[in-house]
């Protein structure tokens, strides 16, 4: 899948050639968790060409029907750029049923950021939640279990792998 091949279901497009390495360990994270997870969805297409935005990360939890919307990026933000930057990320009003083809029963938006001054778990406007990337990080690795030789993750999360690897040789 990483060659760049593209699957088209109705307006969306969703690629795999053009994650960043963040966007890539929070697809295994889920991925591993049980959840089914798109990454770079494509939505909104625009009469002019183009889409309005992507998704960084749509995980679904088909047992609950719950959507797991989420953004992700190193950068380092102020106070004021955080809001400015996660209501674009998160248009209000997308139609995640329409764009899966699934029943959704709830949504929940997160923002992961390298840094800002916002304080971690802060709620955003439009029910956005903010995590850093330390904290995101942190609840990946208690996650984690350092038994590498009797429960190693498998080889199709080589991101989770490693921190496992890392967890174990401490």
């Known amino acids: 899948m990483r060659d760049g091949t593209k699957f088209r279901n109705m307006d969306i497009i969703a690629t795999f050639e053009s994650m960043n390495h963040l966007e890539e360990l929070v697809k295994e994270y889920y991925e591993y968790q049980g959840f089914f997870v798109r990454a770079n969805v494509r939505f ?3 009469p002019s060409g183009g889409y309005q ?35 674009k990320k ?42 850093s990337l330390k904290e995101f990080m942190n609840e990946i690795y208690s996650h984690i279990l350092d038994d590498f030789l009797h429960e190693a993750i498998p080889e199709n999360y080589p991101l989770l792998r490693t921190l496992q690897l890392l967890k174990w040789a401490k």
């Open 90 to 131: 998160f248009p209000p009003g997308l139609d995640y049923c329409h764009l899966l083809g699934v029943d959704i029963n709830d949504v929940s938006k997160v923002f992961i950021v390298g840094q800002s001054g916002v304080s971690k778990g802060t709620l955003m406007p439009h029910g956005i939640v903010h995590k």
């Open 53 to 87: 935005g992507e998704a960084d990360i749509l995980a679904y939890e088909a047992n609950t029907k719950k959507l797991w919307h989420i953004e992700c990026s190193e950068a380092a933000y102020s106070d004021s750029e955080i809001s400015g930057k996660a209501k």
């Open 44 to 46: 909104n297409k625009l």
